[in-house]
């Protein structure tokens, strides 16, 4: 009997039999010694890689002053850390709370609350979009609309209409007296990298404005410097009203946030929402600390540079195996290759060449390396994924052959 079938864990996830136990910069240490190149980040959590000097320093300095007081008294770190979010965003307020599904969550209560306030307690659907993925609560699960994960669980929570991805005269038409907001991932990160046009983006801001709807951005993969820029809307040159963050935000510390104008939160007055752990000053020290390096000069600008390097060195893999990439996407470090073999059969090849990535959905692998990733180790990914590509055309071929003979 295997290891994992003795588990007491409940076994809802697909485990690869490998286990790490230390790590450092775009590296993790198996627990039987061997080194491979981190090219998913904890699925784009640890954006400033493995045991950052900066991010140890300040939550071991705040480990020893005081983790948890709770949101019956003021916390001056989640102060400052909404202060400096806001001065970095369109927003004016933030809550915070320990997933992106408790973000996403605060979003949707806010945008129900928004309307409510606003003397229209009848709108509370929200529109959302085919492939999107919000989180694994009942609520946030009725957003994303994916059976798979649905199935069953009971009755679906109500107010969520879901249109094909960026199709504008659908959204148009789906608009009526009982929509509050429109929620969308400016990429679909799980859905399989799928970067929404611009135009598209634009368009729902139109909408949300002509319409007294609230526009909400799920930034919990896309937010804090993934895509090159501090937060994916910043590129598209619109603002929503409302955003989820989590992910990155902690650099692999538990934080999540809701960011708003003081506007679209106008509902959420005192005893509207809370969460125990929301903020407390252990993971603000995290939070805080991912600041200073996200905001310090030339962060963002190193990020859009390595970037550039390993797209471009992608576009020459896909053109070399044609038989197993076809197309390459995303922005910034967030990049999926769609491939044409089973993308699980590239992360186990990849994995064998001891880089790991991860699946998404439209059978794309996604590569999410830490924003910190050097030049060197770019072109060492991509020399592992050559050989993995060279492997699975070479079986291929032979495959062919095969049958041929
Ligand atoms: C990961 C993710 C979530 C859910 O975050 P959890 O921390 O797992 O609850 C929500 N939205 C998007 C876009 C995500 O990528």
């Given at each position: 009997m295997s290891e994992l079938a003795k588990s007491h864990l409940l076994p809802t996830y697909a485990r690869v039999n490998l286990a790490f136990e230390r790590g450092e910069g775009a590296w993790l240490v198996a627990t039987n010694g061997e080194r491979y190149l981190d090219f998913t980040s904890g699925v784009a959590v640890?954006?400033?890689?493995?045991?950052?000097?900066?991010?140890?320093?300040?939550?071991?300095?705040?480990?020893?002053?005081?983790?948890?007081?709770?949101n019956l008294y003021g916390i001056p770190e989640s102060e400052r850390v909404a202060e400096r979010l806001c001065a970095a965003s369109f927003a004016d307020v933030a809550f915070f709370c320990n997933s992106g599904a408790e973000a996403v969550?605060?979003?949707?209560?806010m945008a129900r609350k928004y309307q409510s306030a606003s003397g229209k307690p009848e709108r509370y659907r929200i529109i959302t979009f085919d492939g999107a993925f919000h989180g694994?609560?009942?609520?946030?699960?009725?957003?994303?609309?994916?059976k798979k994960y649905l199935d069953g669980f009971g009755p679906v929570v109500d107010g969520f209409d879901q249109m094909p991805f960026a199709d504008l005269p659908a959204t148009r038409k789906a608009?009526?007296?009982?929509?509050?907001?429109?929620?969308?991932?400016?990429?679909?990160?799980?859905?399989?990298?799928?970067?929404?046009?611009?135009?598209?983006?634009?368009?729902?801001?139109?909408?949300?404005?002509?319409?007294?709807?609230?526009?909400v951005f799920d930034e919990v993969q896309t937010g804090m410097g993934r895509t090159g820029e501090l937060f994916a809307y910043q590129r598209c040159g619109v603002a929503p009203d409302v955003m989820a963050l989590a992910k990155a935000l902690g650099g692999g510390f538990p934080v999540?946030?809701?960011?708003?104008?003081n506007e679209a939160a106008k509902g959420m007055t005192t005893g509207t929402h809370g969460s125990t752990f929301g903020g407390n000053p252990l993971a603000m020290a995290a939070a805080a600390a991912v600041l200073d390096v996200m905001l310090a000069d030339g962060f963002l600008d190193r990020v859009r540079r390595t970037s550039l390097?390993?797209?471009?060195?992608?576009?020459?893999?896909?053109?070399?195996?044609?038989?197993v990439i076809v197309e390459i996407r995303g922005e910034g470090l967030l990049i999926g290759l769609r491939a044409v073999v089973p993308s699980t059969e590239?992360?186990?090849?990849?994995?064998?060449?001891?880089?790991?990535?991860?699946?998404?959905g439209d059978n794309v692998v996604r590569l999410l390396p830490p924003l910190v990733v050097t030049e060197a180790e770019v072109s060492d990914a991509v020399g592992r994924l050559d050989r993995a590509c060279a492997r699975i055309?070479?079986?291929?071929?032979?495959?062919?052959?095969?049958?041929?003979?």
């Open positions: 640890n954006a400033l890689g493995h045991a950052h000097p900066h991010l140890v320093a300040a939550i071991t300095e705040q480990v020893k002053k005081l983790w948890h007081p709770s969550e605060c979003a949707i209560k694994r609560t009942l609520a946030t699960l009725a957003a994303g609309g994916q608009i009526g007296p009982q929509t509050a907001a429109i929620l969308i991932e400016p990429i679909m990160g799980e859905g399989g990298v799928r970067v929404v046009p611009p135009e598209f983006l634009r368009a729902l801001r139109r909408l949300c404005d002509d319409n007294g709807l609230l526009l999540g946030a809701c960011l708003a104008t390097i390993l797209k471009q060195k992608l576009a020459e893999i896909k053109d070399r195996y044609p038989g590239l992360v186990d090849e990849l994995r064998n060449e001891k880089m790991i990535t991860v699946a998404a055309a070479c079986a291929r071929q032979r495959e062919r052959e095969g049958a041929l003979g």
